[in-house]
């Protein structure tokens, strides 16, 4: 079961109520720059990680100003549609919310997830560059640390993004075989505590380079894992291997 902290006391919790219901997670967001991206795109894993846990999540983006921006930088980046937080009226009836805040935004009543800001870049990596290198630049940090986003850090995750996007392209040709259950429990041990994608991407580091695994189950493991992580690995298939 996913579990989360809680910023107000420091302590984890779980994400998904206890007797199975519907989960409501708001961002909340107070305008439109990286940090507010990245509140955005933790909301989006933490919708992700719940529904791969089979958990049903309504999932709220609030905040009043620029948020045809943010919706189309998180669009681009991979995250998924939230409906408008400002009309939500009185819920539907959930067994928990989660509220994902920056740090120094707001503090609403609930188990809150706190956000560490963005330095560096303006809104976005330049043009031309794949949205998903931003994606998988903040992915690679811990959500409670603060990130400084500039040209090696984003060069290093394009080479990243590029390699495995390659690799899976190749892996697909050859004979399909199982994610392997101690690389899928360790996957699901990884983000189900705290999402930890830091902890997600070394395994997929670690079977990128497994002298003992089929390329087969290199290719269903790292389909596997973007299921969480939306950094589009599959993008490639079809290419000559």
């Known amino acids: 079961m996913l579990r989360i902290t809680d910023a107000r006391t420091g302590q984890p919790v779980d994400a998904a109520p206890a007797r199975r219901g519907l989960t ?26 719940l529904e791969l ?28 549609p939230f ?38 870049e303006a809104s976005g990596p330049p043009d031309g560059t794949d949205p998903a290198v931003l994606r998988l630049t903040l992915l690679a940090h811990p959500r409670n640390r ?6 090696a850090t984003l060069g290093e995750a394009g080479d990243t993004l590029g390699r495995w996007r390659r690799a899976v392209a190749g892996w697909a040709h050859r004979p399909s075989r199982p994610v392997p259950d101690p690389v899928r429990a360790e996957l699901r041990t ?9 902890r997600v991407l070394s395994v997929l580091h670690a079977v990128e380079t497994d002298p003992g695994m089929a ?3 290199r290719f269903e493991t790292y ?8 950094l589009d690995l599959t993008r490639d298939l079809g290419s000559p291997a």
Do not use: I
């Open 146 to 151: 603060t990130v400084t986003v500039g040209p």
């Open 83 to 120: 409906e408008d937080g400002r009309d939500s009226g009185t819920g539907l009836g959930e067994a928990q919310v989660l509220h994902v805040v920056s740090e120094g935004g707001e503090t609403p009543d609930g188990v809150r997830v706190r956000v560490a800001p963005v330095r560096g």
């Open 190 to 198: 990884a983000w189900e505590d705290d999402l930890d994608t830091v």
């Open 223 to 230: 389909a596997y894992a973007d299921r969480l992580l939306g």
């Open 215 to 217: 390329d087969g189950a």
């Open 53 to 80: 846990g089979g958990t049903p999540v309504w999932a709220l983006l609030k905040g009043e100003r620029q948020q045809a921006e943010l919706r189309a930088a998180g669009a681009a980046l991979g995250v998924r």
């Open 24 to 49: 409501r997670v708001e961002a909340h967001t107070q305008g439109f720059d990286p940090t507010n991206l990245r509140v955005l795109l933790v909301a989006d894993l933490l919708v992700r990680a």
